[in-house]
Structures are given as C-alpha cells and as structure tokens.
Nanobody, 120 residues
Framework: QVQLVESGGGLVQAGGSLRLSCAAS????????MGWYRQAPGKQRELVAD???????DYADSVKGRFTISRDNAKNTVYLQMNTLEPADTGNYYC??????????????WGQGTQVTVSS
C-alpha cells in the first residue's frame, strides 16, 4: 500500500504564487519519478512537470520559467512552486509517483488531486 497526500492548492489572483506538496508514504523501497499533472474542466489531463531520481526535470512549455519542481528524498515529498500564476493555470492538480515497493516491483500511483483556481 502506497499513499500520496497532496496539499497547497487554493484560490489566488493572477500574478500570485502557490506551493503544492505531495508526500508519499507506505510500502516504499525506492522512488524513481515524481511529477505533477493538471486537468482543467473539459480538457485532458496534462503533464505540468516531473523530476527523476537523478534530479533531471521536465516542464510543460506553458509553465517554463514560472514553475519549479523539486523533491526531498528524505521525506519522499515532491513540491511544485508556482509563480506568476495565470487564469489558464486553473485546474485540478494531481501528484504522480513511480516507485518500487521492493526490488523489481514497480508501480505508478496518483494522488487525489488539489484544486488550483487563479482569478483574473
């Protein structure tokens, strides 16, 4: 059993900032990839950013230069610092973690989602 607990969403005005957190707990041997996706009403879920155990990061073009993903391996936690928020950033943000529960046993897990609303 693996649990992901997200926090940090909310309502903010355009130009403001929010910081999302996602803590993984449970039967964890090693975490490979941690990432954030978002889904706006009527749209498909899309990758916002991810970070690998090597420290390599990827960002959606729409958030480059405004969002920063980071992780604390000691706490099994991934963060998403979101600056200069725009109304187009509004959506439900989901944490996604790819990890090993034991050597050779890999799984992909999702958080319950946290709502981010950016007003104009």
């Amino acid at each position: 059993q693996v649990q992901l607990v997200e926090s940090g969403g909310g309502l903010v005005q355009a130009g403001g900032s929010l910081r999302l957190s996602c803590a993984a707990s449970g039967n964890i041997f090693d975490i490979d990839r941690m990432g954030w996706y978002r889904q706006a009403p009527g749209k498909q879920r899309e990758l916002v950013a991810d970070i690998f155990s090597s420290g390599t990061t990827d960002y959606a073009d729409s958030v480059k230069g405004r969002f920063t993903i980071s992780r604390d391996n000691a706490k099994n936690t991934v963060y998403l610092q979101m600056n200069t928020l725009e109304p187009a950033d509004t959506g439900n943000y989901y944490c996604n973690v790819a990890l090993y529960t034991r050597p050779g046993v890999w799984g992909d897990y999702w958080g319950q989602g946290t709502q981010v609303t950016v007003s104009s």
